[in-house]
């Protein structure tokens, strides 16, 4: 039973343009909510997290909306660059804990 | 600061075969949670320990045990190996405790393993 999801498993976008990444879930108890980056031979880093009580955090290029009522968020990278291509991972987690609850990521190719 | 390191990278077991992974911790950090990535998925919970004790486990069955040691450093086990085991392995530190980042965490290379 997957409670995060990401239903575009790639996405391609111009060098300077900007990069719109999806992800929904369907556990109403997820109260936190970050995004992971993650290269060939890496781990997964963090990039940006958001908590249920906001509904939009900004860090330089990145910005995180979640929308609650659609069980939605979305991650924005304005303007992307080819260092960004790399897959994005959406996660969750519920009540304090920090085990989180992964999709299935999306591969974002920036084209220079 | 040293990253969370893992061992070995890469290694092919058969199937009923037993494996250990090991994890080091990021210095500083009192928490390591293990994950199975699976190909074309998303990391996956397989459990976590705190001071030495498992503190929350995912839906894996008891062939899937671990063990966290004094210095945090901490080893997977999996018994009786499945071809579905099939996967890569990461291990994340983080630090539990008033003032943290509820959910921050830092991810090793992960250990692919393979199973015949």
């Known amino acids: 039973d997957q409670q995060v999801k990401q239903n575009s498993p790639s996405l391609s976008v111009q060098e300077g343009r900007i990069s719109i990444l999806n992800c929904d879930y369907t556990?109403?108890?997820?109260?936190?909510f970050l995004w992971y980056k993650k290269y060939p031979a890496e781990g997964p880093t963090f990039l940006i997290s958001?908590?249920?009580?906001?509904d939009k955090n900004e860090d330089g290029r990145f910005t995180v909306f979640l929308n609650k009522s659609a069980k939605h968020l979305s991650l924005h990278i304005v303007p992307s660059q080819p260092g960004d291509s790399a897959v994005y991972f959406c996660?969750?987690?519920?009540?304090?804990?920090?085990?989180?609850?992964f999709g299935t990521g999306t591969r974002l190719t920036v084209i220079p | 600061e040293t990253g969370v390191t893992q061992s070995p990278t890469h290694l092919i077991k058969t199937r009923g075969q037993q494996v250990t992974l090991r994890c080091s911790s990021q210095?500083?950090?009192?928490?390591v949670s293990w994950y199975q990535q699976a190909l074309g998925q998303g990391p996956q919970f397989i459990f976590q320990?705190?001071?030495?004790?498992?503190?929350g486990r995912g839906n894996f069955p008891p062939r899937f045990s671990g063990l966290q040691f004094p210095n945090y450093s901490s080893e997977l086990n999996v018994n009786a190996l499945e071809l579905d085991d099939s996967a890569l392995y990461l291990c994340?530190?983080?630090?539990?405790?008033?003032?943290?980042?509820?959910?921050?965490?830092?991810f090793g290379e992960g250990s692919r393993l393979t199973v015949l």
């Open positions: 994340a530190s983080s630090l539990l405790g008033r003032g943290t980042n509820t959910g921050e965490l830092f």
């Open positions: 556990n109403s108890m997820f109260d936190y």
């Open positions: 958001i908590s249920s009580i906001k």
């Open positions: 996660a969750a987690s519920k009540g304090g804990a920090n085990n989180l609850f």
């Open positions: 210095s500083g950090h009192n928490t």
């Open positions: 320990y705190y001071r030495e004790e498992e503190n």
